[in-house]
């Protein structure tokens, strides 16, 4: 990469972490974009890019194979690179605006039912002993309770602090977590979490080391990973029975889907969710809508349709 395309790139990344105050990890995911562009254009300078450049990089990523959804974050990174070289750079314009990525399927996210959900939950009554299993009993628990994304649970810390992204207000039964755009909502807890909260907390000293705030901690004193919670709840879910591949953001979901079909409060489910749109809470109107449909098609008498073959 040229020196001038890189210099480019760390002050816009500097841009993102300083004035827009995102986090290191997305300011990490809009250096990787636009340097892959530099990558796809051979180096081609920032200030000289045409739109039909853009629209050969974005050709070039759906022959690599690349899915919609990543060429759309790719544009969108792309954009928002020239809206601020516009305005600080003096570029004369945008050439990523007005492309368009591939059209991408929409997917409905996946919810647990209510049986399947209270059956992963209800396990098994957590071994007092088992720091892990208690440890493990909380961290589902409180995604499912409270909706969090597995990132704000990670985040969370034992008690608030002048660094902290999230902590639970036992007393108020509420957790407080920074999701994302840094964006911090407060979300009730239920008293199957707290109480599954209290009892992780009792054991959770057992693995403290070199006083770590995280409230979640491994064996080894260190902040839970991504990929230990993944592996706990594989676990739990194949030991519960439960005929599916549940993952973290599948509690999220069946909190949302089941929060909707017993309120039927759209708004209500967007602030619990930290929705900054409100159509990306719609999306659980729809799987409430196959729930009632299912029911519908099982128990009305002249619900079953009419094959028109005949067979």
Known sequence: MSTAGQTHINAFAAYLAGERNYSPTTVLAYRQSLEELQRLLVDLPFEAMQPQGIRLAVAKLSSMGRKPRSIARSLSAWRSFYRWAGRYQGFAANPASGIRAPKASK????????????????????????????????????????????????????????????????????????????????????????????????????????????????????????????????????????????????LRHSFATHMLQSTGDLRAVQELLGHANIATTQVYTHLDFQAL???????????????????
């Open 107 to 250: 997917p409905l996210p996946k919810a647990l039912s209510v049986d399947h959900a209270m059956a992963l939950l209800d396990r098994a009554e957590p071994d007092p002993n088992d720091a892990a299993d208690l440890r493990d009993a909380a961290m589902f628990e409180l995604l499912y309770s409270s909706g969090l994304r597995l990132s704000e649970l990670i985040g969370l810390d034992d008690a608030p602090g002048p660094n902290s992204l999230g902590w639970v207000d036992v007393r108020a039964g509420e957790v407080s977590v920074t999701g994302k755009g840094r964006k911090t909502r407060t979300v009730p807890v239920g008293s199957t979490a707290l109480a599954a909260l209290q009892r992780w907390r009792v054991v959770r000293l057992w693995w403290l080391q070199d006083d770590n705030p995280a409230l979640f901690l491994s064996p080894r004193g260190k902040r839970v990973s991504p990929s230990l919670v993944y592996a706990r709840l594989k676990r739990w879910t194949l030991k519960a029975g439960v005929p599916t591949h549940v993952h973290p953001h599948m």
């Open 293 to 311: 449909a299912k029911v519908y098609d099982q128990a009305h008498p002249r619900a079953k349709r009419v094959d028109p073959k005949g067979k």
